[in-house]
């Protein structure tokens, strides 16, 4: 049913071709948007190169401006965005040098960012995915380095009351190593969905084996399986957000077009999955007017948002879309 959401545009990153990849979260009330990366002069098919950005963004209200915030350390891309009460969170990376560990908390208050570092992650680790269960970070999955063949099975959690002590390594879920997974937050669990694993080409280059598969963490009783998405959904913005007691699977490449020209793409589904954990089933909730994957969905002022993507691959995108629950006629 699509009239279970409202979506509206925001004021546009400012950027030509917006990025993918980007930290986003809330701090000191603003929305924040940090690195990413884009091919600002060529396509990749025609021969351009990736570059990644430590531009920091704040938007404080959302009929305001974006304003310049700051720099990261390094230009990043492609980790996790966890926002705290203390701002920020940025777990794990990509740059044009490759994987990091670094993890570090953005906050951004009367007019200035600060950088804190946290402990690092056990590996350089990118295309992870993660959330806050209460005080504890959980990362699940990604790849230790950029031309990886095989995903890592690996769950680890951070306890911000004791961050001091550094990153835990916990029992990963009972199914496959995986990239690219949506993470979500609801019920006192932390659940994983979809995503994908990674095989060798008989070029030796990495080829995507998609998942449709989903589990579900909960502390002190660990992982059990549950219902299979309807579709696969690959690059979600994540963590997922929670309406009404469901967990929402936005979009998100379903390999649908994988051997699609990129020049023909169409663009990824737009439909919204929506995840029940008590009745432990989906349902398709709604469309979106958007095709944004590699992204965050940030809660903010009442709101979900999803601040760029990618819209087709290698091709980038500076909108901004939010909505709100529609209100009863």
């Given at each position: 049913m699509t009239s279970s959401f409202r979506w509206n545009p925001l004021p546009p990153i400012p950027d030509r071709e917006g990025f993918a990849g980007s930290f986003a979260g809330v701090s000191g009330g603003a929305l924040v948007v940090a690195g990413g990366a884009n091919f600002p002069d060529k396509r990749p098919w025609e021969g351009g190169t990736k570059v990644w950005y430590d531009s920091v963004f704040a938007l404080e209200t959302p009929d305001g401006a974006w304003r310049l915030a700051g720099k990261l350390p390094h230009p990043l891309g492609y980790g996790v965005s966890v926002t705290t009460k203390d701002g920020l969170v940025c777990i794990g990376s990509s740059s044009a040098q490759g994987h990091h560990a670094d993890v570090f908390l953005l906050s951004w208050r009367d007019g200035k960012l600060t950088t804190t570092s946290l402990p690092p992650l056990p590996r350089p680790c990118a295309n992870m995915c993660?959330?806050?269960?209460?005080?504890?970070?959980?990362?699940?999955?990604?790849?230790?380095?950029?031309?990886?063949?095989?995903v890592l099975k690996t769950f680890w959690a951070l306890d911000l009351g004791n961050a001091g002590a550094g990153w835990r390594e916990l029992e990963p879920w009972p199914g496959r190593g995986r990239m690219l997974a949506t993470?979500?937050?609801?019920?006192?669990?932390?659940?994983?969905?979809?995503?994908?694993?990674?095989?060798?080409?008989a070029d030796g280059k990495p080829v995507r084996e998609w998942l449709r598969d989903a589990?579900?963490?909960?502390?002190?009783?660990?992982?059990?399986?549950?219902?299979d998405l309807p579709r696969v959904s690959v690059a979600a913005p994540s963590p997922a957000s929670v309406l009404n007691g469901r967990l929402l699977v936005i979009?998100?490449?379903?390999?649908?077009?994988?051997?699609?020209?990129?020049?023909?793409?169409?663009?990824?589904?737009?439909?919204?999955?929506?995840?029940?954990?008590?009745?432990?089933?989906?349902?398709v909730s709604g469309q979106v007017p958007f095709s944004l994957v590699t992204t965050t969905a940030v809660e903010w002022n009442g709101r979900v948002v999803i601040p760029g993507g990618e819209a087709r691959p290698g091709v980038r995108s500076p909108e901004v879309w939010t909505f709100q629950p529609a209100r009863p006629h």
């Open positions: 993660g959330a806050l269960l209460g005080r504890t970070i959980y990362v699940a999955g990604g790849i230790a380095t950029p031309d990886a063949t095989t993470a979500g937050v609801c019920e006192g669990s932390f659940f994983l969905f979809s995503g994908a694993a990674l095989g060798a080409g589990y579900r963490y909960t502390p002190g009783q660990g992982w059990h399986r549950v219902a979009g998100g490449d379903d390999g649908a077009q994988v051997n699609t020209p990129p020049t023909a793409h169409k663009g990824f589904p737009r439909d919204v999955l929506a995840y029940d954990p008590k009745g432990d089933a989906w349902k």
